[in-house]
């Protein structure tokens, strides 16, 4: 089955900062690739997803970037804000419509 | 706008009860999926429903464990003679159809004595 490695686990950035989450998968036939922001207490919230199609999709300050050659997606955050300090979570799947395999989780800090 | 809903938020119980989980999907989303997320760790994914069929189950989903989607729109979890193990957050995510997202609830953090 389809195994999803994160790093770092934690990540401190000072504010005004960029904050780069990298992934790798194993599965080469996986083709969905969404990241979650999870905050305490809370369940995981989608924040921007890419398909096997695209190579990178902005959202404002978040960017994604998919190498399916080297199976690794990367997750970018520029001019970070405190409010951006949470758990994100990378996640692969071969069906967008299935069940999705995540990573470990990114504990990112903000600090002003 | 009404997210996934999941019900209680808390649960506390001694070993070797049963619980069950309760949770509201976004409407008119077809499939439902349950996920088993531990402290430090990523969600995992236990089982998923199109409508009220279960499509698929995963070997985490031990015999103590059942769900049900029984009218395609809300669904249960339930969790016979609960282990200290099942300490974990159950998560429940919504999609509306292929090539959709998968949306969260908040979970049902659950504790055993």
């Known amino acids: 089955g389809e195994n999803v490695e994160q790093h770092p686990s934690t990540l401190s950035v000072q504010e005004g900062d960029s904050a780069v989450i990298k992934c790798t998968y194993s599965?080469?036939?996986?083709?969905?690739f969404p990241w979650y922001k999870q905050e305490l207490g809370k369940g995981p919230q989608l924040i921007i997803d890419i398909r096997s199609n695209v190579g990178e999709k902005k959202d404002q300050r978040i960017a994604v970037t998919l190498n399916k050659t080297a199976k690794h997606f990367s997750l970018h955050i520029t001019e970070t804000q405190p409010e951006d300090s949470a758990v994100y979570f990378c996640a692969a799947t071969t069906d967008s419509w299935g069940k999705l395999q995540f990573g470990a989780g990114t504990q990112v800090v903000v600090t002003p | 706008d009404t997210g996934v809903s999941q019900n209680p938020r808390h649960k506390i119980t001694k070993r070797g009860q049963n619980v069950t989980f309760r949770c509201d999907p976004i409407?008119?989303?077809?499939?439902l999926y349950w996920y088993r997320q531990t402290l430090g760790q990523g969600p995992e994914f236990l089982t998923y429903f199109q409508n009220e069929a279960q499509l698929e189950k995963s070997r985490l989903l031990s015999d103590r464990f059942s769900a049900e989607r029984p009218k395609g729109s809300f669904s249960t979890l339930e969790i016979q003679r609960t282990e200290q193990g099942d300490s974990a957050m159950y998560l429940c995510?919504?999609?509306?159809?292929?090539?959709?997202?998968?949306?969260f609830g908040d979970g049902t953090r659950l504790s055993i004595l």
């Open positions: 409407s008119e989303h077809n499939r």
């Open positions: 995510a919504s999609s509306f159809r292929s090539n959709q997202p998968q949306h």
């Open positions: 599965d080469s036939a996986s083709n969905y």
